[in-house]
């Protein structure tokens, strides 16, 4: 097996993207990235989208995009796993280079959910849980995730304002990043003060239904130098990779309150790459809510059970902490165009990793971890890109 590197990355700011449709934003991520690696084709395009067929009537939708961009006569698939397509679309692409049947592969993510009135994309979400025996009985997406977030406060007595430290981090990065959907900080009062959506998860607590594309470049690490020669900034390479699963109900779980395929996960990529979770400089994870931020870093080996939401009540989760995390926003500020986060995560580690952050970087990174989960924890995709 051979191993992986971007060498492009590209992507469309995250927001309501009223005068555009899909096939364009794809186009605006997919030809910066190809502009990015110097490349005027490829082999195969992998799309990462969850939602084109509910709320659009589109599937076919890798042609689609391969079609619009000009990339015509190559391989060109949808990847679909929930909010986690984009992480999937990426593993996928991959492995089609390290096995050595392409050498290029653009992968891309996309999501267009603005175009739908509000209950339509709630039904659309819905599809990430269990039909049958969740989504039949009335339970939206935010719901489950309420119900996740209250167990925990009252198993591990946290109060509510213990996870503000999340939504502000996000926000305070949000605004240096001219991507993202929301560039204004927030303080204490703000979220505080925001609107309950489902109890105890407030608008501050949620990611946004929004549009956005991003793309990045593979290829095999070992022709790096034939694709970047007068690069400008040249690659990064993908050093591990996993996939887990959970049940899809939250209530047939072990644990409802672990992220099991987290912790399988990033436990596999860290033996992969030989490292520790101390080693990494950042993990771009998925806080889609700000309860699924700390379950996350108690999965992936930052903190203990219950205590994940310590490190954003004490700092520790800040551009100078010690684990960085949404350093470009998140889900919660940059946004959450779900088909499409998965490869926003993984640009955004590239840009650490690179020196391109910005007013964001982090100083020295040179491991990061971006992981992506599908549902309330049911697929989980895990990347570990090092320089």
């Known amino acids: 097996m051979r191993s992986v590197s971007i060498i492009g990355i590209g992507q469309s700011p995250v927001g309501e993207l009223w005068d555009q449709s899909a096939r364009q934003i794809a186009y605006t991520a997919v030809s910066a990235a190809m502009a990015d690696a110097g490349i005027a084709h490829a082999d195969a395009l992998f799309v990462g989208n969850m939602l084109s067929g509910s709320l659009l009537d589109q599937e076919h939708l890798a042609t689609l995009v391969a079609d619009y961009c000009g990339l015509h006569g190559i391989e060109a698939a949808k990847v679909e796993a929930a909010c986690a397509s984009g992480g999937a679309a990426l593993r996928v692409g991959a492995m089609a280079v390290a096995s050595g049947f392409h050498d290029v592969v653009i992968v891309a993510g996309l999501e267009k959910m603005t175009d739908t009135v509000g209950k339509d994309t709630t ?102 130098r034939a694709f970047t020669t007068g690069h400008h900034w040249g690659s990064v390479e993908i050093i591990a990779g996993s996939s887990a699963n959970d049940t899809l109900a939250v209530h047939d779980r072990r644990d409802p309150l672990f992220l099991e395929a987290a912790a399988i996960g990033s436990q596999k990529a860290l033996r992969q790459a030989g490292l520790r979770p101390q080693d990494l400089d950042l993990f771009e994870l998925h806080d889609a809510f700000t309860i699924m931020a700390a379950l996350s870093l108690e999965a992936a080996g930052f903190a203990e059970r219950g205590q994940g939401w ?78």
């Open 123 to 224: 039904a659309g979400l819905a599809t990430a849980a269990d039909a049958e025996y969740e989504a039949l009985h009335g339970v939206s997406f935010v719901g489950l995730n309420a119900l996740i977030m209250q167990r925990y406060m009252h198993e591990f007595d946290v109060p509510l304002d213990a996870f503000a430290g999340f939504s502000i981090n996000a926000h305070r990065n949000g605004a240096n990043n001219p991507n993202a959907m929301f560039q204004d900080p927030i303080d204490l009062k703000t979220y505080l003060r925001a609107p309950v959506i489902a109890t105890p998860i407030n608008m501050m607590d949620s990611s946004p239904v929004c549009d956005g594309a991003a793309a990045v470049v593979l290829v095999p690490t070992e022709r790096v």
């Open 310 to 387: 310590r490190l954003a009540y004490e700092g520790a989760i800040g551009i100078d902490g010690d684990i960085p995390i949404s350093t470009m926003g998140g889900l919660k500020s940059r946004g959450h165009p779900v088909g499409a986060t998965g490869i926003y995560q993984v640009i955004e580690v590239v840009q650490q990793l690179t020196g391109r952050a910005g007013a964001n970087q982090v100083k020295g990174a040179r491991l990061g971890m971006a992981q992506n989960i599908g549902g309330s924890g049911a697929t989980i995709v895990t990347h570990l890109l090092g320089v």
